[in-house]
C-alpha cells in the first residue's frame, strides 16, 4: 500500500514537470512531448485522486489548471463515470478550495469556478435520500457572498459561471439529449435565477463605488441573467438585435420598480474601469423586454424613464469615446425602436429634444466613419425602422423623422463620399472590400433615403454632377482613383435609393426623380466602357452590376407599370422609349463586360448572375430573344468573343462559365421548339471543342503534361453543366444527349480515368453526370422503344467505378480529405441517387440480361463507403445528406443488395443510421427513420417467413440472395437492441418535429426484440418515483394496445396512434420532476 501511494506521488510529481514544460518551455519538441504525456494522464482512468493531489500540493498555478480542466473533462465524460457520491464531493471539495486559497491565480480561479458550474449542471436532478443535493446553490455560495470583497468576487462568479452554463449547450449536452438540457435550464429558471438577479441587483447598489473588480463580476451576473434563454429558442447570437428578452411574469414586479433602470445608468455615470459598458450591455437586454410584460400604461412609464436615461447619456457624451461604451449605446439605441413602436416613442417626454439629440449622435457617428465602423449599423437600423413606421402612426405628436431624417441621408453619403481621398492618400483598407456590410447599410439607407424623397434626389444629383463633371476631364491619376471612389459609392446608393422603392408607396414623382438618377448612371457607363481599351476600375464596374440588379428588381420584369416615368425621363434624355430598348442597353454591357473583364471573376459573376435573372422571367425572356444583342450571343459564344471562355484564364473564372450557358440554354429554348438544325449551329463552338479534344486525348503520354487539354476539358463540363440543367423538357433534353451520346460521353469518362488526382478536373465532370442523370421535369421519360435510360445508367455507373476504383488507390492526409476525396465521393454518390431515383430504366432489366451495370455501381458504393471514416460521414453535410437519401432509396428498391453485404459493410451502415437518427439535421433524422423501416420491415418478413409455419407456395422459388444481414444480427443482436434504445429515447424525451416519421420504425424495432423492450420498460418504470410508477406501467400497456404481431399497414397506423397518446400521456407525468434517462441514454451512446 505504502508502495503504491509513493508511487502515485511520483506519477504527480512528474505531471507537475510536465505542466511547467508544456507552459514554459522555450524548447517546441519538448513542449509537443509533454502535451502528449499531459494528454494521456487525463484519459487515463484513475486520474481522480491525482488531481486531487495536483491541487493540495499546488506546486505552480499550471499545476492546479491541469488538475480543474482534467476534473471537468472527467465529468462531462458521462454521468455514470462518477457515483452521485463523488461528484458531489467534488463539488465540496472546489468550494472548499477556493475558499480557504485566496492567493490563486485567476486563471486557475477561472477553472475550478467553470469545474463547479458543469458539474451542478450535470447533477441538477440527482437525489440523495429524497433530496435534489445539487440545488443549494445559494447556501453553498453564502459563506463566500458575506466574507471581504476577494471572497464575495468568487462568489459571484461561481454564480455568474452557473447561469452561463445552464444556458449553453456544450458539445457534451448536445450529444446526449438538447430535451434533457432544456429541462434542466427550465428547472433552473424556475427555482434560483429570479434569486440571483435580485441579488445581483441589490449588491450592485451598495457595491456602487467600491471595488471594481467586484463592480464587474456583479454586473457580469446580471448580464448572465438578463441574457439567459428562458423558453428555449437558442436564437443564434448573429440574429441578436431581433431577439426579444422572455422575461418570465413572476419577475415583473422588478421591472415595475423605478429603481431597476435607474441603478444601471447610475453605474454606466458612476462605475469605475470596464463597468459603464457592462452596465450599458445590461441596460440592452432590459430595453428588449417583452411587451407583453406590462400594460400600455406601465409600458409608456417604462419607456419614459428608460428615454430619460438615454437623454442623460446623450446630453454628456463624454463616456461614449471608449469604443465599447460607444457600441453598446448604439445598441441600446437600436432596441429602442425594435421593442416600441413609433406611436410609443413619439409620446415619451421631451421627444423632440430626443429625436434631436439621437440625429445629432447619428451624423456625428457617420462623420467619424474610422471610429468604431461596426456599430454605425445599429444607428442605421435604428432610423431605417423609424422611417418604415411612419405611415402606420396615429399618434397626435408629430414624429419630425421628416426633419431629421435627411440630415442622417446627407451625413451617411458625404462621410461616404468624404473617406475616399483619406483612403487613397494614407493607403487605408478599403470599406467597400467588405461588400457585405456596405450592402447591408445600403439596404437600411434605401429606406431612410425614401423620407423626404425629393431632397435625397437633389443631393445625390449634386454629388453625382460635380463627380462626374471632374471625372470626364481629370487626368491626374491620384485624382482620378479619388473620383472613382466617389463615383462607386454614389452608383452603390443610387441603386440602393431605387430598391428602396419596393418598401415604400411610391409617387409618379418619385419614379421621375428615380428616371433622372438613372439617366446619370447610364452616361456614366457609355464613359467608362469608352475607356475600357486602356482599363477600368473594378470596383466601379460592380457597382454598376449592383444598380442594374436594383433596377432590374424594380423597373423590369412581371408586374412593371409599362408608363412608368421612369421609362418618361429616360426618353427624354437618352432616347429610351421602352422596356426592350432599356434592355438592349443592359445586354450591351452584359456583352462588353464578358468580352472586357473575363478576368476578374467578381465583375463575371455579377454580370452572369444579372444574365440569369434577366432570363428567369416569363415576359423578359420573350423580350430579350428577340434583342440583337441576345441573337449574337446565341451565334458567337466562343473565346474570340468572351475571353473568359478561352484556355488562358484560370481556374477561379472557369466556374462562371456554368451559368453562362445555363442563361444560354434558357434563351435558346424559347424559340427553339424542335429545330435540331438550330440546335446543332449553337452546338458548334462545343462541337469543335470536343472534336479537339478528342485528338488531344488520343494515344500518347504527353497527355499528362497538356495544360491545353485539362483547360478545354473542364470548360466543356462547366458549358454542359450550365445546358442540362437549363433543358428541363424531353425534346431539349433528347437533342442534347444525342448530340452528346457516346463519343463525347466516352470522352467524359476518358479524362475521368486519366485526371482521377486532380479534383479541378474530375469535380465539374461529375456535376456533369449528375445534372445528366436528374430526371428533372419528367425530361428522362423516353419512349417505349427507347433504350436510352439503359444507356444513359450504363455510362454513369463506368463513370462511377472509373472513379471509385481509382480515387480509392489514393492516400490523402486528414486536412486534404474532403477536397481531393471526399467531394468527389459525394458526387458519386449524387449521381447513382439521382439515377436510381429518376425512374427512367427499369433495373430488373441489368440481371435478367446480364448486365453488370448496376451490380457494378452498387458494389463500388459498398466499397467507397468503407472508405469513408465514419465521423466525417456527419461532420461533412452535403455528403451526410447525399448520402442517407441514397440509403434510403437503396433500402427502398434493393434491399436484397443489402441483405447480400459482407459484415463490415453490414455494421458499418448500421452505425451510420444511429448516428444519423440523433442528428440535428431534420432530413437526415428523417431519411434514417425511414431507411431503418425499410430494413425493419425486410428482417422482419424474413425472420417470420423462416419461422412460420406457413405451407411454402410450390410455385414460388425461394429468395436467391443470401442473407448475411441476418446471419449478422442473429450474432449481434445487441445492434438492433441499440437502435431500439435511440428510437424510443428520442421519441419518448425529444422534442423533435418529425415524430411520425420517428414512429415508424418503433413497431419492428419492437416486434423484432420484444425480450429487450421488455427489459427497456422494466428499468424505466423502476427508475421514477413510486407514485409514478404504476402511471407509466399503465401507459406502456396502452402503447402495446390492440397491436398485432405484424407490420400491415392498419397495424401501423395503430401503433402511430397509440405512441402519439403515449408520448403526450408520458411528457405530462415527467414535466417537473427528477427524471432519470440515464439507462436508455447510455444505452444509445455506448
Not at 465583375?603 to 435573372?613: A, P, R
Request: with cysteine; proline share 3%.
Amino acid at each position: 500500500m505504502k508502495i503504491t501511494k509513493m508511487a502515485e506521488e511520483q506519477e504527480v510529481i512528474q505531471i507537475e514537470l510536465l505542466c511547467k514544460q508544456l507552459y514554459e518551455s522555450q524548447d517546441q519538441a519538448l513542449r509537443d512531448r509533454a502535451e502528449i504525456a499531459v494528454v494521456v494522464f487525463q484519459e487515463s482512468p484513475d486520474t481522480l485522486s491525482k488531481c486531487q493531489a495536483l491541487l493540495e500540493r499546488a506546486d505552480s498555478s499550471y499545476s492546479q489548471l491541469l488538475a480543474a480542466t482534467t476534473l471537468s473533462k472527467l465529468v462531462s465524460r458521462s454521468t455514470t463515470s462518477l457515483s452521485v457520491q463523488q461528484r458531489l464531493y467534488i463539488r465540496n471539495y472546489v468550494l472548499n478550495y477556493l475558499a480557504t486559497r485566496p492567493k490563486l491565480a485567476n486563471f486557475v480561479v477561472q477553472a475550478l469556478v467553470s469545474l463547479f458550474a458543469r458539474i451542478t449542471k450535470l447533477g441538477w436532478f440527482d437525489m440523495v435520500k429524497e433530496e435534489l443535493v445539487f440545488h443549494n446553490v445559494m447556501n453553498d455560495v453564502s459563506s463566500f457572498l458575506q466574507g471581504p470583497a476577494e471572497m464575495c468576487t468568487i462568489g459571484v462568479q461561481l454564480l455568474s459561471q452557473l447561469v452561463v452554463e445552464m444556458n449553453q449547450v456544450s458539445e457534451a449536452d448536445a450529444s446526449r439529449s438538447l430535451a434533457k438540457h432544456r429541462k434542466i435550464a427550465s428547472s433552473f429558471r424556475d427555482t434560483q435565477l429570479f434569486e440571483m438577479f435580485r441579488l445581483a441587483c441589490s449588491l450592485l447598489g451598495e457595491a456602487l463605488g467600491s471595488q471594481p473588480a467586484l463592480l464587474a463580476s456583479l454586473l457580469r451576473l446580471a448580464h448572465s441573467c438578463l441574457t439567459f434563454d428562458f423558453i428555449g429558442t437558442t436564437s443564434d447570437e448573429s440574429s441578436d438585435d431581433l431577439c426579444t428578452v422572455q422575461i418570465p411574469t413572476s419577475w415583473r414586479p422588478t421591472f415595475l420598480e423605478a429603481g431597476t433602470l435607474e441603478l444601471f445608468f447610475s453605474l454606466y455615470h458612476g462605475g469605475g474601469s470596464g463597468a459603464p459598458a457592462l452596465a450599458l450591455a445590461c441596460l440592452v437586454q432590459l430595453a428588449s423586454v417583452r411587451r407583453s410584460l406590462f400594460c400600455n400604461s406601465e409600458r409608456a412609464k417604462f419607456l419614459n424613464r428608460l428615454a430619460a436615461g438615454v437623454m442623460r447619456i446623450l446630453e454628456d457624451t463624454q463616456g461614449l469615446t471608449d469604443a465599447t461604451n460607444y457600441h453598446e449605446f448604439c445598441r441600446l439605441l437600436a432596441r429602442l425602436k425594435s421593442n416600441y413602436q413609433l406611436g410609443e416613442l413619439v409620446m415619451v417626454e421631451n421627444y423632440p429634444r430626443l429625436i434631436e439629440l439621437v440625429a445629432k449622435f447619428t451624423v456625428q457617428s457617420l462623420q467619424m466613419w474610422q471610429f468604431a465602423p461596426n456599430s454605425v449599423h445599429y444607428l442605421l437600423s435604428l432610423w431605417q425602422r423609424m422611417v418604415a413606421s411612419v405611415p402606420y402612426v396615429k399618434a397626435s405628436e408629430p414624429h419630425l423623422l421628416d426633419a431629421y431624417a435627411p440630415g442622417v441621408t446627407a451625413a451617411y453619403v458625404a462621410s461616404r463620399l468624404d473617406s475616399v481621398p483619406i483612403l487613397v492618400r494614407e493607403g487605408l483598407e478599403d470599406p467597400l472590400d467588405e461588400i457585405g456590410t456596405v450592402q447591408q447599410q445600403l439596404e437600411q439607407v434605401s429606406v431612410i433615403g425614401r423620407c423626404e424623397y425629393g431632397k435625397t434626389c437633389q443631393l445625390l444629383v449634386a454629388h453625382f454632377d460635380r463627380a462626374a463633371a471632374a471625372y470626364s476631364v481629370e487626368t491626374s491619376p491620384q485624382q482620378l482613383l479619388v473620383l472613382q471612389g466617389q463615383l462607386t459609392w454614389l452608383v452603390y446608393i443610387i441603386g440602393a435609393a431605387i430598391g428602396g422603392r419596393a418598401s415604400v408607396n411610391t409617387s409618379d414623382e418619385n419614379d421621375a426623380m428615380d428616371g433622372e438618377l438613372v439617366c446619370r448612371v447610364l452616361r456614366l457607363m457609355d464613359l467608362t466602357d469608352s475607356r475600357l481599351s486602356s482599363g477600368g476600375c473594378e470596383k466601379l464596374e460592380l457597382a454598376m452590376m449592383s444598380f442594374f440588379e436594383a433596377f432590374r428588381k424594380i423597373y423590369v420584369g412581371e408586374q412593371v407599370q409599362k408608363n412608368s416615368k421612369v421609362y418618361g425621363r429616360l426618353s427624354e434624355v437618352l432616347g429610351l422609349n421602352d422596356e426592350s430598348q432599356l434592355l438592349s442597353v443592359i445586354m450591351r454591357k452584359i456583352i462588353t463586360n464578358l468580352k472586357y473583364w473575363g478576368g476578374s471573376e467578381a465583375i463575371i459573376s455579377k454580370t452572369l448572375s444579372l444574365l440569369s435573372d434577366l432570363s428567369g422571367g416569363y415576359s423578359c425572356v420573350r423580350k430579350l430573344v428577340k434583342l440583337e444583342e441576345v441573337q449574337f450571343m446565341l451565334t458567337h459564344h466562343t473565346a474570340e468573343h468572351f475571353p473568359f471562355l478561352g484556355v488562358g484564364v484560370g481556374t477561379a473564372e472557369m466556374r462562371c462559365r456554368s451559368r453562362l450557358y445555363n442563361a444560354l440554354g434558357r434563351l435558346l429554348m424559347v424559340e427553339l421548339g424542335e429545330d435540331e438544325d438550330r440546335f446543332h449551329a449553337f452546338m458548334m463552338p462545343l462541337t469543335a471543342a470536343f472534336e479537339s479534344l478528342l485528338v488531344l486525348l488520343g494515344p500518347g503520354d504527353n497527355v499528362y503534361a497538356s495544360e491545353d487539354a485539362k483547360k478545354t476539358y473542364i470548360g466543356l463540363a462547366r458549358d454542359l453543366r450550365g445546358l442540362a440543367f437549363a433543358f428541363n423538357t424531353k425534346t431539349t433534353y433528347m437533342m442534347l444527349f444525342d448530340w452528346i451520346y457516346p463519343v463525347y460521353l466516352k470522352l467524359v469518362l476518358r479524362g475521368v480515368e486519366l485526371w482521377y488526382t486532380e479534383p479541378a478536373i474530375t469535380t465539374p465532370a461529375l456535376k456533369l453526370a449528375a445534372e445528366l442523370a436528374q430526371n428533372r421535369n419528367q425530361r428522362l421519360q423516353f419512349d417505349v422503344s427507347s433504350p436510352n435510360g439503359i444507356l444513359l445508367f450504363r455510362e454513369l455507373s463506368n463513370i462511377i467505378c472509373a472513379y471509385g476504383s481509382r480515387i480509392l488507390t489514393v492516400d490523402v492526409n486528414k486536412k486534404q480529405m474532403y477536397a481531393m476525396k471526399l467531394k468527389g465521393i459525394s458526387l458519386c454518390f449524387t449521381i447513382l441517387k439521382a439515377a436510381l431515383c429518376g425512374n427512367y430504366a427499369n433495373f430488373g432489366v441489368f440481371r435478367l440480361y446480364g448486365d453488370e451495370a448496376l451490380d457494378n455501381a452498387l458494389n463500388m458504393f459498398a466499397k467507397l463507403l468503407l472508405s469513408i471514416p465514419q465521423s466525417d460521414l456527419l461532420d461533412y453535410p452535403k455528403l451526410s445528406q447525399t448520402y442517407y437519401v441514397l440509403l434510403e432509396r437503396l433500402a427502398q428498391d434493393h434491399m436484397p443488395f443489402l441483405a447480400s453485404l459482407q459484415p463490415d459493410v453490414t455494421l458499418y451502415i448500421l452505425a451510420s443510421i444511429s448516428e444519423g437518427l440523433t442528428a440535428l439535421d431534420t432530413s437526415v433524422c428523417t431519411g434514417c427513420c425511414a431507411t431503418l423501416d425499410h430494413i425493419v420491415t425486410y428482417l422482419f418478413k424474413q425472420l417470420v417467413q423462416k419461422s412460420s409455419n406457413k405451407v411454402p407456395n410450390p410455385r414460388q422459388p425461394p429468395p436467391e440472395t443470401s442473407n448475411m444481414f441476418i446471419e449478422v444480427l442473429q450474432r449481434r443482436p445487441e445492434i438492433m437492441q441499440q437502435l431500439l434504445a435511440t428510437v424510443l429515447n428520442v421519441v419518448m424525451f425529444e422534442e423533435r418535429c418529425n415524430q411520425w416519421s420517428m414512429s415508424r420504425p418503433l413497431l419492428g424495432l419492437v416486434l423484432l426484440n420484444e425480450e429487450h423492450f421488455g427489459r427497456l420498460r422494466a428499468e424505466l418504470i423502476a427508475q421514477q418515483p413510486r407514485d409514478k410508477q404504476v402511471q407509466l406501467a399503465h401507459w406502456f400497456n396502452g402503447l402495446m394496445q390492440g397491436i398485432e404481431r405484424n407490420l400491415l399497414s392498419k397495424n401501423r397506423d395503430r401503433f402511430t396512434q397509440n405512441l402519439s397518446m403515449f408520448r403526450r400521456d408520458i411528457n405530462d407525468l415527467l414535466k417537473g420532476s427528477s427524471v432519470t434517462t440515464s439507462s436508455v441514454n447510455d444505452m444509445m451512446t455506448s
